[in-house]
């Protein structure tokens, strides 16, 4: 393989008079590397066959079982395709290939439960509880970065990171520069300085970074799920979803009853607020209204105010308060009258 050359100017090679192929791309020790600028440009593709074989192998394995539990699902997905994504991440992180991974990671789930391709990712990682896989693959980094600042100066590895530093110091962009920005992000929260954090041990080291990335995603989460004018859908769902963590429904064993919980909590359902939005031409808020009660149908109101369900939800909800089998899942103030119910 050439790198940095066009195919005309591509010399040839010989061993004992035979040519030797030049390619384009290689798998080398497990990574898939190009000759184009970026070598890691084929790589997340390359990736993403083995995680859809992954997946087809278990879609084959369980489909006797009917519907994967969401908690069978966190773990398959865990043993079976992190392994796969995370493999060599340390060196070939990037922004672009994170993103496309990430998107096969948030279909896996969103098929698992069952909702719209077009569920806000962050109803979908708040409703498993699961970190996006770019904050693994950024402690990764930091990892690394650790490591190979803290090794011997004779060990060949450090020869080649000390130069690509030299060049991250004369100002072009390398592996290094991207470490060092994941770093100064959480530079701030882990409060240490980069001597500091070279000097921690290896457990320890590992334990603050790992604190600290899932610190810092939960806490933009937060933020993010509570800000409605950026993120209008999860108008209801910032209501009830106070923690981050893996949802206690998600274990009901009736696959249609968690299905539609699911749905009705990431507004991937059909009550006019989601209908009117997928409109064309899109219909304004305003006007995304319940053909009963002529006020906006959203999930509040088809929830404890629509006049349609009045005698389906008394009937339901006396149900709910005396049941005690799902009395550790409480929906905080749905709204003041049902400040509390529990379901
Ligand atoms: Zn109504």
Redesign the pocket.
Known sequence: MLFGTKDNKQPAFHINNEPIEICSSYMYVGNHVSDTGNIFSALPEAILQKCYRSCYKIRDYCENLGQLLPSVAVHLYNTLLVPIMEYGSEVWYNRSAVLKLERFERKFFRRNLHVRQQTPNLAVYGEYGIYPLEVRLQGNVIKFLHRLENMPPSSPVKWVYDDLRSLHNCGFRTWVTKAFEIFREIEGPMSLSFEKFLALHGGKMKNIVKKTLLDKYRSNWFDNITNVDLNPKLRSYNEFKTEFCFEPYLNLANPKLRTAIARFRVSSHHLAIETGRHAKPKVPVKDRL??????I?DEL??LI?????SSLRGALFTEAALSNSLNSYKVKSLSSNLASATF
């Open positions: 319940c053909d009963t009660c002529l006020t149908e109101h088809h105010e629509c006049k349609k369900y």
